[in-house]
Structure formats: C-alpha cells, structure tokens
C-alpha cells in the first residue's frame, strides 16, 4: 500500500489524481469536521468505470483499531476503478462491528461519502453517473444504496442487504443505539431519523428513477422474512421508480446470511456494466 493521502474535505476538490498510482492501493484519508473518511483507491489501468465497494460488519478483533477495506485483496482480479468504503461509523471510540454510517444521530456518514465518492470518480475519468456501481452485502448493501441516492443513473449491486438498520439482529442493533443514539429504542429512532434508519425511505423521498441488482439468499430466515418482503413492498408502492430493479433469488442453506462466495462476486463486479 502507499503511503497514506491525509485530505482534507475542502481540498478535495483541488485534489490531482495524478498523485494516485496505478493499480495499486492508494489510501487516502478525507478529514471532515466530524469525523475522518478512510478509503483506498485503485486507478485500474484502461479502466473508464468505477465500482464502490462497502464493508459489511467489520470484526474488529481482527481489525485491532485500524480501517478495514473489505474485498480489497481481490483488486487485481477486477477491471474497473475501484473505492474501497470504509464506514466511520464503525470506528473509534467504539470500534463497533456494525454502523451503517450513523456516527451520531445528526451527522450521517453516507451524505458525506456519497460527494467525496462522486467527486474521486471524475477525478478517475468516471464523469457519467451509468459508468458507476455501489457494491454491498449486508450492512454494505444499505450503505450501496444510500450512496446511490444522491448519484442519479448510477447502478446499485446488492447482496442480502438490510434495509432498515434498526430491525437487524439484536446485538448489532443495540451496540448501535447505546453507543449514538443515547438507548433510544428502535420503533423511536425510526420515527425521528426515518431516511436515515431506512434507506429506502430515502430513495423514494428522492424520486429518481433507480437501477438495482438485488441478489438475495431465500435459504437465509432474516433475508427472507424480514428484508425481501420489505423490498417487494417498495417495489409495489414506487413503479414508477422501480422499472430497472431486478431481484435475484438463489438458494444456499449452508451459507445461510453470508455473501456469495468470492467468483460469484467476482462476476458480478466485473459484469456490473455489461446490461444494457
């Protein structure tokens, strides 16, 4: 990896791409008034598209304090331009294992991602919004599309996704709430931040005109139960939103919440852009 860009958030757009080298891990840290943004770029030789990708839950015993960037040791076997998204949300103090960019109730990490994103990406040669992918499974999958939401014509990957944070797994949830919301229970946080606790809330506030893959493991209980249903109910409440969104059942009861296995990814990364 080189060595590490310190930016901060009113340079970036000053920022000169040619610092970044070529297919190689460039980590660059953008400085906000809030928070610090870690993220690692890999300008893709002949590349002219982008793909983002998004943590899932991060294990921060193995993490040990430092910025994760999940699927970042596959970069060489995918030929897009790539960001890695690291949520601050999931760093210190608490160092928690989910975030979905909530690094207070006010400050949503997403907002701030999605223009430093959008603004890396022209600085790569990605100035048209249907040559950039949003890539996420589970917690990664909310952050995808909450990035999307503010890049109209750009495309969202998704796999086994949450929708609303606040009904995911109890101890995920929880850690949340204690840590940045004060313990406030889940039915109140999604009553008082409710395009931010679910993400789908937000894209229909948008109203643009969405482009999404949503791969789901029907052998996953939650998956099943809980965020397809969810999904299939803004499918039928937004048509008009909806007409190139396309959910992708499979079946995999040994793998159960977990994301598809490494070529599955691979191949959807690497196709993200073949449909028409």
């Known amino acids: 990896m080189t060595e590490t860009i310190v930016l901060p958030l009113a340079e970036l757009r000053d920022f000169d791409a040619d610092r ?20 690692l770029v890999v300008p893709r030789t002949g590349a002219d598209k982008l793909v ?15 910025p994760v960037f999940q699927r970042s040791t596959w970069s060489d076997e995918i030929r897009h331009h790539q960001i890695y998204v690291y949520d601050p949300a999931t760093g ?22 999605g223009r430093v994103v959008r603004t890396l990406a022209v600085k790569l040669g990605v100035s048209d919004p249907r040559d950039r992918m949003y890539f ?5 999958g909310f952050m995808a599309l909450a990035l999307l939401a503010d890049d109209e014509g750009a495309r969202a990957v998704i796999n086994n996704a949450q929708f609303d944070w606040t009904r995911w797994m109890a101890t995920g949830v929880n850690a949340l709430r204690h840590a940045r919301f004060g313990g406030m229970l889940p039915a109140d946080i999604r009553a ?19 482009r999404i893959d949503y791969h789901v493991n029907v052998a996953s209980t939650h998956d099943r139960k809980e965020d397809l249903p969810t999904f299939n ?15 992708h059942h ?6 159960g919440h977990n994301p598809l296995a490494k070529p599955d990814t691979l191949g959807l990364l690497n196709g993200a852009f073949d449909r028409i």
């Open 20 to 39: 970044l080298i070529p297919d190689e891990h460039n980590r660059i840290d953008v400085v906000t008034d809030y928070f610090t943004m870690p993220l």
């Open 52 to 66: 983002v990708l998004n943590n899932g839950a991060v294990d921060q015993h193995r993490a040990a304090g430092e």
């Open 92 to 113: 210190g103090p608490e160092y928690l294992s989910l975030g979905w960019g909530q690094v207070s109730p006010e400050k949503w990490a997403a907002f701030y991602i």
């Open 136 to 140: 996420g499974s589970s917690a990664g």
């Open 192 to 210: 008082r931040f409710p395009l931010t606790a679910n993400v789908l809330n937000l894209l229909a506030r948008r109203g643009r005109p969405l």
């Open 233 to 247: 109910a803004f499918l039928a409440q937004h048509p008009q939103l909806c007409g190139d969104v396309k959910v």
């Open 250 to 255: 499979y079946f995999d009861r040994s793998a």
